[in-house]
């Protein structure tokens, strides 16, 4: 893991079992950058389902595959960016999970709680090596996300 | 940490305290396998206390979905008790709450069962 005052950016293994400690400091850089308690769950969360959609869907669960993280604190923002070594996604593909046909769909609410928690989502193809997804959110922003 | 569960059998009710983590991976499988074990031995009405439950992700929300249609399949009922307010704001945002039939009060989420049986 490698430290400097304003980035915190880490590897890990393509393992579940890593999720929880990348949970601990999402919510620590969150507290760090300024977010209050509620937003810092919000956080958490989108890293959270970040990590996994890079671990099991991006990386199939191989444990000889990586994740790179990096959260980066700005003056106004933090920006996350979770980087898997899969063949990527199209975000538009996933299926609306509010809408009535979809309700009780088991899966396809990750990235919805990444965009309701977060106030920007992007999804790169990084050419030959993987996708790299980008969360940013807003010091006093207006996403309530509940 | 893991989830962990807790079965007990009030009237015709199997009420399930759960705790810890509803995610992908061990939370998910869990929950997934007690329902199915529930159901094959003749449950009918599974209660879900979620009380202790100190996270849930949205595959986790997905196992609940799950859950409630397989036992809804089966001609049961599933319900969910003690949402903690993580996990009710999560329905709410995912338009789940409305899906679920949600108590905060064991005593009478057991009766409403009982109601809904002698319908």
Redesign the interface.
Known sequence: MTTESNIVEMTLESD?NR??MV?EIARRVSATAGFDEDDQ?KIE?AV??SV?NAI?HGNKNDPSKQVWLRFQIFDDRLEIRVRDQGIGFDPSSVAN??KEEN????????I??IR?FMDEYRVKKLEGQGTEVTLVKRLNSNNS?? | ?SMKSTLRQVDSVIVVDLSG?I???EGCTQLRELVREQLGKGTKFVLLNLADVT?I???G???L??A??TVSNQGGQLKLLNLTK?VH??L?????YT?FDVHDDEAKAISSFEKAAGA
């Open positions: 579940l999720v929880e949970e769950h969360m959270h389902e996994i099991w999970p509010l309700l009780l769909n088991v899966s396809g609410r990750g919805f709680l309701t996300g509940q | 940490m983590r995610t992908l991976g996270y992700d949205s595959s929300i997905g196992e979905v799950s409630f249609t993580k704001d999560l709410q945002i995912t338009k789940l899906v």
